[in-house]
């Protein structure tokens, strides 16, 4: 149950991660994204408690994280192919679950699993290679890609921890975007207000659609990190990887060369040893 859900998270995630690149309005899209996450929690806050003292902590750093991965997530996608950029992003990530978790997680992992999850950095490390078939990423991003990585991994850890102590995904992904979706609606609002109204009446299926799209995929890894292991989770959402190299190729006429087959490769070995 807690790798379908992981799956389906890994294609929502693919499918607005596509859109924003997709997007010449990068910022627009992503303050649209919040304003509908902000819109559809407000109506749920009514029915979820109020977390736990012990749950804050937790909550308030990974909302950071979240606004740190956003910004740089922006910068990244104005110079990078979708798939390069997000392969090396997100494979950096469980690499970073995965230490944390064995530094002071408290969690069991099997020898298995953990090859399995190393699998995964090691097929992003073939992007790196003649920029992974298509053009280069420029050196001066790779800090900020890996910035990206360290984002990700991060709040997921810190969502895993804040999860196993308040069991309660749908309260915890209320407060959490309460806390983290409106700066960007309001930078949006405060400095290309006329900009975002022009989005909003001629590209407003975009936003209702990554705006789902982002809340529904969240909510699914919490949900399974409530089932399961954290950092398993994380590894085996890397399918996204995957499916953007395939949207990228499809829908923005990205290359589509051997090391970044090499690193798709790595990435389903990896989930299969981890899973089989």
């Not at 405060?190 to 982002?214: D, E, K, P």
Request: with cysteine; hydrophobic share 60%.
């Amino acid at each position: 149950m807690a790798t379908a859900l992981v799956l389906l998270a890994a294609l929502l995630h693919a499918a607005w991660n596509t859109m924003v690149k997709f997007s010449s309005e990068r910022l627009l899209v992503i303050s649209a994204m919040d304003t509908v996450a902000l819109l559809f929690v407000a109506v749920l806050l009514p029915f979820v408690p109020l977390p736990p003292a012990q749950v804050w902590p937790w909550m308030l750093a990974s909302a950071l994280f979240e606004l740190l991965y956003r910004y740089l997530l922006i910068q990244a996608y104005k110079v990078g192919d979708l798939g390069l950029v997000y392969p090396l992003m997100r494979g950096l990530s469980p690499l970073v679950v995965l230490g944390l978790t064995l530094a002071v997680g408290g969690e069991m992992l099997t020898a298995h699993q953990v090859v399995g999850i190393l699998l995964i950095p090691c097929g992003m490390a073939c992007l790196l290679l003649q920029g992974g078939g298509g053009a280069r990423l420029p050196w001066r991003m790779l800090p900020v890609v890996a910035l990206i990585g360290v984002c990700i991994g991060s709040y997921t850890w810190l969502d895993g921890q804040a999860i196993r102590r308040w069991p309660q995904p749908l309260g915890y992904l209320t407060w959490l975007t309460l806390i983290s979706a409106w700066p960007f609606p309001l930078l949006a609002v405060v400095a290309r207000r006329a900009s975002f109204r022009h989005f909003w009446r001629n590209q407003w299926r975009i936003g209702l659609s990554v705006g789902f799209f982002v809340l529904f995929s969240y909510a699914l890894v919490l949900w399974a990190m409530q089932m399961g292991s954290v950092a398993e989770a994380a590894a085996l959402r890397e399918i996204s990887v995957i499916l953007v190299v395939l949207l990228g190729m499809r829908y923005l006429k990205e290359p589509f060369g051997r090391p970044r087959l090499l690193a798709c490769g790595l990435v389903l070995l990896g989930m299969l040893i981890m899973k089989l």
